[in-house]
């Protein structure tokens, strides 16, 4: 990549295109000991109080990614271009996302090691975890309370009116269907929490039961083909808030969200479908009957062999779902042939990309 400048602009010459740069937006990026503190990176001043009229009196390139750059106010500052560039392609240094269906996915477990403690090990657990949005990693101790030391290997555990953990196992007055046998379809995890829970750990100490298997669904991808074969859906269910409620004794938890949420570029951000829980607001029948229809097709989507894998979660397996992009259910379960019992506890997103992150930068020196 190479560079030109002119007072008031730096350009940064890619195989494809020109990138302009503002003389601001450069010099508040300053890594110099005067700029900012060495330990923190955080400003030492405040940008404003740079002058507004700031221009470029120099700039070169001191290899193939180190640039200087000389400014109007004399403060020079060395940048590097790779970092340049993925913030202006707004890279976030995480794996990228794989969509999958049941066609292309490459299933794959993680035997945990408690002997290796090596970074290595965990690196490559959450890579696998950022591909797909979720991730199988068995041998882990199967006894209550396990779940809570494999999640503070990574980030911090979210407490909720569940309390730290939530313990998944048929009771006999259930305030919530999980604790209760039947079977359950594809899902996201409580949209009626604000902010909704980000990332689902659900760990099982015991099943000897038959059935009680778990499924998952890449929301993401089921949401792109939607978009693609039935647009109109796609826009209903990307456009219609849903009402969601959580209700018990002690607790009453509301919030509305789209099925289907997107950002300011149509990027996918979040997948809200509980729907035995879901109220859509009043509306007129004719447009009722085209949201219905529209949840009809997705609901058909998830539900298909296309989507959903099925797989055993064994005693001491553990699966950590992104309850934002992956919709998760479990098949029926007979309780008069065995024990089922599964820990579940949440964490949230920036915990395990932090993680991830300082193994990546460890690694790599
Ligand atoms: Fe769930």
Redesign the pocket.
Known sequence: MNIEFDSTELRLLTDKESIRLHPLWMRERSKEETAVDQRSFQRLYDPETLADNLTFSDAKQLDHDEILIKFSDQHEAKYSLKDLLLEVEKKDNLPQKVYWSTSNLEFKEFNFDYSLESEQQMLEILEYFHKYGFVVVKELHAQEGEIINFAERIGFIRETNFGKTFDVRSKQQPNDL?YTSIE?GP?T?NPYRRPVPSI?FLFCVENSCVGGNSTLVDGFQVAKDLKAQYPDAFKILSETNIFFRFTDQDTVLENTGTTIELDDEGNFVQIRFSNRLDLVPYQAPDKLAKYYEAKRIFHGMINSDKYLINFRLPAGGLLIMDNYRLL??RTSFNTSEGSRFLQGLYIDHDSIESKYKILKKNKNG
């Open positions: 999980a359950l899902h995890d689902q998760h259910g």
